[in-house]
């Protein structure tokens, strides 16, 4: 009963925002069609599949507000501390799931290349947004990319002409800063081809209260294009995240995604990438770090799709207190996917007693000439490596704490950005010095 109650308060809202929504004929044929894929589908459940180990129903019970323009004072230090982000770098900032100029940084890009928010293209009909927005992410299969679809407004905008590469990385943040409040926002990314550039998006929360943050980021990269982009999620203790990654990689792309989970109530990321061109190659590298009784659900979904394509995926997990982890990570080389490549590998460490992970490695294989291996493994801190640390001459705290940091360092090492790597080390060295 609570399900079908806020499915009709969802689409209920929906019909009184259209009264107001303006914008292209596209648009509203869009948002339509993603209100009647969500009234269809309704919120999953534990009986999918998909969802077995994860209820949405602290999400699906509430009653959430649409927020209105912030223009409250925001401490800027703490905002791009809280996001990991270089103050110099080019950014978007949005609250609650609106821009604020005043907090945004967008200085001159080279020529082609655009950093705006997805309002104002709509205002401007940008030929981009009719051509790819809502093409990549399925929204008539996933309920929480079609609710997000429905209310779609407001987000970023990231395109890169033809042969353009970034030299700064450019930052996306996301931040909550009220209670009972529930924001969509939508981010579209276009590489052209042969260009190269690094985006990094950042959820955070400057609440210690409910809010419900439903994220959905679209990225295309066309014929040669290098991407490398960056997640991380430092919601607020009451923090409610469904986020969802589609990438579509052409002939000869190559993406390196990379997700960093620290913060939040209920999380649950999707990532999907289709290799959809010869050569395509993605890696996608994961770290999630939850305590307490926080809930943290990755999902994640290669398809091999064309020849000679190339997958490796790392996910790594920390959890301690009561907190429950969730992976789940399917790779489906298709028939027509010959001389594919396909690694994948998930490891989890449990600090206490109480902590819970339930892992799912899958492949599904339809070519015969295939290399494809998976892995996952559960366990505690190694009592050899412990022994040897206290001879010499660490405590069991110290030695505890340098050991978890090594076992998370391994996916930190691989991020390029930096001011972003050092910025993480330091955040997770005083986290583990609290365990």
């Given at each position: 009963?609570?399900?079908?109650?806020?499915?009709?308060?969802y689409?209920?809202?929906?019909?009184?925002?259209?009264?107001?929504?303006?914008?292209?004929?596209?648009l509203?044929?869009?948002?339509?069609?993603?209100?009647?894929?969500?009234?269809?589908?309704?919120?999953?459940?534990?009986k999918?599949e998909?969802?077995?180990?994860?209820?949405?129903?602290?999400?699906?019970?509430?009653?959430w507000?649409?927020p209105?323009?912030?223009?409250?004072?925001?401490?800027?230090?703490?905002?791009l501390?809280?996001?990991?982000?270089?103050?110099?770098?080019?950014?978007?900032?949005?609250?609650?799931?609106?821009?604020?100029?005043?907090?945004?940084?967008?200085?001159?890009?080279p020529r082609?290349?655009?950093?705006?928010?997805?309002?104002?293209?709509?205002?401007?009909?940008?030929?981009?947004?009719?051509?790819?927005?809502?093409?990549?992410?399925?929204?008539?299969?996933?309920?929480?990319?079609?609710?997000?679809?429905?209310?779609?407004?407001?987000?970023?905008?990231?395109?890169?002409?033809?042969?353009?590469?970034?030299?700064?990385?450019?930052?996306?943040?996301?931040?909550?800063?009220?209670?009972?409040?529930?924001a969509?926002?939508r981010?579209?990314?276009?590489?052209?081809?042969?260009?190269?550039?690094k985006?990094?998006?950042?959820?955070?929360?400057?609440?210690?209260?409910?809010?419900?943050c439903?994220?959905?980021?679209?990225?295309?990269?066309a014929a040669d294009?290098?991407?490398?982009?960056?997640?991380?999620?430092?919601?607020?203790?009451?923090?409610?995240?469904?986020?969802?990654?589609?990438?579509?990689?052409?002939?000869?792309?190559?993406?390196?995604?990379?997700a960093?989970?620290?913060?939040?109530?209920?999380?649950?990321?999707?990532?999907?990438?289709?290799?959809?061109?010869?050569?395509?190659?993605?890696?996608?590298?994961?770290?999630?770090?939850?305590?307490?009784?926080?809930?943290?659900?990755?999902?994640?979904?290669?398809?091999?799709?064309?020849?000679?394509?190339?997958?490796?995926?790392?996910?790594?997990?920390i959890?301690?207190?009561?907190?429950?982890?969730?992976?789940?990570?399917?790779?489906?080389?298709?028939k027509?996917?010959?001389?594919?490549?396909?690694?994948?590998?998930?490891?989890?460490?449990?600090l206490?007693?109480?902590?819970?992970?339930n892992?799912?490695?899958?492949?599904?294989?339809?070519?015969?000439?295939?290399?494809?291996?998976?892995?996952?493994?559960?366990?505690?801190?190694?009592?050899?490596a412990?022994?040897?640390?206290r001879?010499?001459?660490?405590?069991?705290?110290?030695?505890?704490?340098?050991?978890?940091?090594?076992?998370?360092?391994?996916?930190?090492?691989?991020?390029?950005?930096?001011?972003?790597?050092?910025?993480?080390?330091?955040?997770?060295?005083?986290?583990?010095?609290?365990?």
């Open positions: 009963m609570i399900a079908e109650d806020s499915k009709a308060r689409v209920a809202a929906f019909e009184e925002a259209k009264k107001n929504n303006a914008g292209p004929a596209w509203k044929d869009l948002r339509q069609a993603g209100i009647a894929s969500f009234a269809a589908q309704g919120f999953p459940t534990t999918q998909e969802w077995k180990y994860t209820s949405v129903e602290p999400i699906a019970s509430r009653e507000r649409r209105g323009a912030f223009d409250g004072p925001v401490d800027t230090e703490r905002l501390a809280l996001s990991f982000a270089d103050a110099e770098s080019p950014r978007l900032v949005f609250i609650n799931g609106l821009p604020v100029p005043r907090l945004s940084r967008v200085p001159e890009l082609g290349a655009r950093l705006a928010s997805l309002a104002e293209l709509i205002a401007q009909n940008e030929p981009l947004l009719s051509e790819e927005l809502g093409r990549h992410a399925n929204f008539r299969s996933q309920a929480f990319v079609a609710l997000n679809t429905a209310f779609l407004g407001e987000g970023a905008v990231v395109a890169v002409p033809p042969g353009c590469r970034l030299a700064e990385p450019i930052h996306l943040i996301y931040a909550s800063a009220a209670g009972q409040i529930a969509h926002p981010t579209l990314i276009f590489l052209g081809a042969g260009s190269e550039a985006i990094v998006e950042s959820y955070v929360g400057l609440s210690e209260e409910s809010y419900f439903n994220a959905v980021t679209e990225l295309i990269g294009s290098v991407a490398e982009h960056y997640r991380v999620q430092r919601e607020g203790p009451g923090g409610f995240h469904t986020g969802a990654l589609d990438a579509d990689l052409a002939r000869g792309a190559r993406l390196t995604a990379h960093v989970t620290l913060g939040g109530s209920l999380i649950r990321n999707h990532v999907h990438v289709a290799l959809n061109g010869e050569g395509a190659e993605c890696a996608l590298n994961g770290l999630y770090i939850a305590g307490a009784r926080q809930h943290v659900d990755n999902y994640t979904e290669i398809d091999h799709l064309k020849p000679h394509a190339t997958s490796f995926e790392l996910y790594k997990g959890l301690s207190g009561a907190a429950h982890g969730v992976f789940n990570g399917k790779i489906v080389v298709h027509d996917a010959q001389k594919s490549d396909a690694r994948q590998v998930n490891k989890n460490l449990l206490s007693a109480n902590a819970v992970v892992t799912k490695p899958q492949l599904e294989i339809h070519a015969d000439d295939v290399k494809c291996s998976h892995g996952s493994t559960i366990g505690q801190l190694d009592g050899d412990l022994f040897y640390l001879s010499r001459g660490l405590g069991l705290e110290e030695a505890r704490s340098l050991l978890s940091f090594a076992f998370a360092a391994d996916v930190v090492a691989r991020i390029k950005i930096d001011f972003l790597r050092a910025r993480l080390e330091q955040y997770l060295a005083a986290q583990f010095e609290k365990v």
